[in-house]
């Protein structure tokens, strides 16, 4: 049954993991950020946002995770119970060893062992009693990716999580996260700045633009993807496009 929280109507999932939402509005003062968003992400579906700097994307992320009680809208928000979020850092609690790190929050008894089995996914077996303070920038990303994947979440929202590692350690991390996402198949929502990193992970890429989803692209290029396939071009020129830069090599930085 529905639940009326005064502000939007928060609904159970319907049809196994997913996120729905129809006419999210998001105002800071008489700034309005999002303007009556609707979206929806069905289990399995690995969908990435894009949008010029300010447009709203953590503003919505925040928004689906139901972190943001401020939201309004004459619609709906459908997610489901399990939902993990990852972040630009890692947000490992420094005084926690890297198991505990990991299994934080998790209630299930056998949590020792899937934050174990976890840690061996993302390459860091037999680090569980690593302090945060010992492990590299990305093997701090991928702890968090562990801590996420612990919680076996039917949705993973990912905002901006390999915006501050080198461009090598970058290219691993697509690999590990789209293999665990085709492991697990959650829901995924992932924010970056990078349209080809959007474009090499999810299925599906949207660009938020004036408060809504204006661009909903399917991204049919087949896997593994390169930069260098027509498909993959096309796709990169149409969403530039829709970013506003007609001119890659002119462009301003914003
Ligand atoms: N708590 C807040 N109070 C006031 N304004 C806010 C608040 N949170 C976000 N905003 C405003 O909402 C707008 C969208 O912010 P948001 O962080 O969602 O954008 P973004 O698309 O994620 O940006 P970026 O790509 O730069 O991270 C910005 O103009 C920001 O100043």
Sequence with gaps: MATDTGRLTLDPPRTGPAVEVSGLTRRFGDHTVLDGVDLTITGGEFAALLGRS????????????????GVAGAGTLTKPDRIS??????RLLPWQRLLANVTFGLRARD?????????REVGLGGREDAWPHELS???????SLARSLAGEPELLLA???FGALDALTRIRMHALLRRLCERHRPAVLLVTHDVDEAITLADRVLVLHDGAIRTDLTADV??????????????R??????????DPEGAQAE
Excluded: N
């Excluded at 949590?111 to 840690?119: E, H, K, P, T």
């Design 137 to 143: 920038g990305g093997e701090q990303q991928r702890a």
């Design 159 to 161: 905002d901006e999580p």
């Design 111 to 119: 949590r020792r062992r899937r934050g174990s089995d976890a840690l």
């Design 222 to 235: 087949p896997r593994p993807r390169r930069v260098t396939d027509p498909e993959f071009a096309r796709i």
């Design 85 to 90: 979020m990852v972040f630009q850092d890692s």
């Design 54 to 69: 300010g447009s709203g994307k953590s503003t919505l992320l925040r928004a689906l995770a139901g972190l943001d009680h």
């Design 237 to 246: 020129t149409a969403l530039l496009t829709d970013l506003g830069i007609t």
